[in-house]
């Protein structure tokens, strides 16, 4: 174990070890069967003693090959059956074994006391031994096994060489992709994803998905309102574009493989090695770590009654989208937790596509009013009105205290005022938890403060291994260190990331966007630090009826900079806003900025 490198082994350090072990047990159990069946050594095998001197010389060597192969980078695969085997001389005859007797030093296990039995005829010279013993002492193995000193391995899982892997099949990766391509266009790259699709855009999950109705011709069909209007798939790229991963390295020209429902459990920066669920290993020059974020669980819903537990949904991928439409069909009340983003837009959303049917829809939160942590109160407040005119019943400032199965399995949510909601479906949406599970093991630093992996302005938070999106905890050079969530950041960091894996060595300073909805009356987009607690700034059209702040300008200063700024119902600004954060001059009359944006 000493020989493989500090700390305990893992990954397939540890596998190849604990085959090695099992082996050289193999070897020990049918020598002492073998003695037992023959009370006494054979005339050309050595000693106990020797025999286990050798044992330990053995169980050395087999750790100093170990060594050998994890660190000689010319070895590519760790399988002992290359290693030269000394060849044992025929056995002699064996004379008649005389009656067991059963060492004091191994404890005996007899059961019920057999009839004697004749001695057992001599053996012919030209058969083993261990022929005589009876079948359930010795153990199986194959053909061509010589008395249990086989060391050779089984065959080793399937191992790739890959220049580029991509750990995470979503937008991160997926403009990684793009962005090694464009310098790199001869480019190998594998992605690994545990989800069983190809990379997809998450924002139409909440947004798009609930407005959009479905095409005559494909009912089921997952689509998207892009730019230009027209409906398109949520999936960036047809299945035609991957190839297959065993004929990566011989495809002509820059090519791209996908193992789809697969996790990598262990990176090893030193060996530049990846670890698959399934025992692959994959050995890269470039790794880029993109795993995203889990739902954030609910402690209250997690302890409840499994009849609670089945009818609570963590909503984050495509598969809760295509769950939660049927639950729709199936529901007359859904519940939705959470005030943020994906909260609101899901109520909204919600509310409308099941308004035909008649499903009420509750939105229960700690807060005083929606996206509380990025609007000023005073928009928070108005926008929560917003979301209850469009048919959502709000609870704001509530928290759940207890959940129980209630009658025709629905759930009984109690809130900390006393009163129950009842819901067909509860469905979470409370922010997401960064995987950095792989940071762990790999000893790369973690941000104990902000969460996700710390990364450098280049995204690289070691030699040659990268980061983006959710799980990135990152220097902005224009604002510092920083954690985003949104679809854009996760584009713009995979774009660099996969850019500067490629040589591009540049560091980030193109402020990533994030967008929302809450029907079709109300949008914003925002860009830099959207943060409630920061000075804020705005600037508001001329109000008609009821639409006090039915469009305007909001900007988020710190020491008189502008470091972020958010536009409500105002739309193609942000080139501007960028350009105006990147300057980081300090204004003494900010609201004057608002004649830059075309809210009047």
């Given at each position: ?59 050395t060597a087999a750790g100093v090959l170990l060594y050998r192969g994890f ?258 069909t199936q529901s007359k009340r859904i519940a939705v937790v959470g005030g943020?983003?994906?909260g609101s837009e899901l109520a909204v959303g919600l509310a409308h596509a ?247």
């Open positions: 174990v000493r020989c493989l490198q500090p700390g305990s082994p893992t990954g397939v350090g540890k596998m190849a070890l604990a085959r090695s072990t099992q082996r050289l047990r193999s070897v020990l159990n049918a020598q002492l069967t073998r003695r037992l069946a023959h009370n006494a050594p054979q005339k050309d095998e050595a000693s106990p003693t020797a025999f286990y001197a050798a044992a330990a010389v053995s169980l660190h000689n980078p010319k070895i590519e695969s760790h399988d002992l059956s290359t290693v030269p085997r000394r060849e044992r001389p025929a056995p002699k005859a064996a004379p008649a074994p005389e009656p067991a007797t059963v060492p004091e030093s191994i404890p005996s296990t007899p059961s019920t006391p057999a009839p004697a039995t004749p001695a057992p005829p001599p053996a012919p010279a030209n058969t083993d031994a261990s022929e005589n013993v009876p079948a359930s002492a010795t153990p199986a193995k194959p053909a061509d096994e010589n008395e249990g000193d086989n060391f050779s391995a089984p065959p080793a899982p399937k191992t790739y060489n890959v220049p580029y892997l991509l750990i995470g099949a979503g937008t991160a990766s997926h403009f990684a992709m793009r962005g090694i391509l464009e310098r790199d266009p001869a480019a190998k790259i594998l992605i690994v994803g545990n989800e069983n699709y190809r990379p997809y855009a998450r924002p139409p999950l909440s947004k798009d998905e609930w407005f959009n109705e479905p095409r005559p011709d494909h009912p089921d069909s997952v689509l998207a309102q892009g730019a230009n209007g027209q409906r398109v798939e949520v999936f960036f790229s047809t299945p035609e574009k991957f190839t297959d991963a065993d004929d990566l390295a011989t495809a002509p020209g820059g090519a791209v493989s996908l193992l789809a429902n697969h996790m990598v459990i262990d990176v090893d920066p030193i060996l530049k090695r990846a670890i698959l669920d399934n025992g692959i290993a994959v050995y890269f020059d470039k790794c880029l770590i993109a795993t995203g974020g889990r739902p954030r669980p609910l402690k209250v819903l997690e302890k409840a009654d499994p009849a609670v537990r089945e009818n609570v949904l963590l909503y984050r991928s495509l598969d809760d989208l295509l769950h939660l439409k049927e639950a729709l943020g983003f994906l099941g308004r035909e049917q008649g499903v009420a829809v509750e939105q229960i939160f700690k807060e005083a009013g929606i996206l509380s942590k990025i609007l000023p109160s005073y928009l928070s407040e108005w926008a929560t009105k917003k979301v209850q005119g469009s048919g959502v019943s709000v609870h704001t400032g509530r928290t759940i205290v207890a959940a129980a199965p209630a009658a025709g399995n629905q759930v009984a949510l109690t809130l900390d005022n006393g009163e129950t909601v009842t819901a067909d479906k509860v469905v979470v949406a409370v922010g997401i938890q960064p995987n950095i599970a792989l940071a762990q093991g790999a000893r790369l630093e973690v941000d104990p403060a902000r969460g996700g992996i710390v990364a450098n302005s280049e995204l690289q938070a070691r030699s040659d291994i990268y980061v983006a999106g959710d799980v990135a905890n990152f220097y902005d050079i224009s604002l510092g260190r920083r954690r985003e969530e949104h679809h854009d950041h996760a584009a713009v960091t995979g774009m660099l990331a996969g850019a500067n894996m490629a040589g591009a060595r540049r560091p980030f300073f193109n402020q990533s966007i994030f967008w929302g909805h809450l029907g079709p009356a109300v949008s914003y987009e925002a860009v830099g630090i959207v943060d409630a607690s920061l000075p804020t700034v705005a600037v508001w059209a001329q109000p008609s009826g009821e639409d006090q702040y039915g469009k305007g300008v909001v900007f988020y200063t710190r020491e008189k900079k502008v470091v972020g700024i958010l536009c409500w119902n105002v739309t193609g600004s942000m080139p501007m806003a960028r350009k105006i954060i990147r300057s980081e001059k300090a204004y003494e009359h900010v609201s004057e900025l608002a004649r830059l944006f075309n809210i009047y």
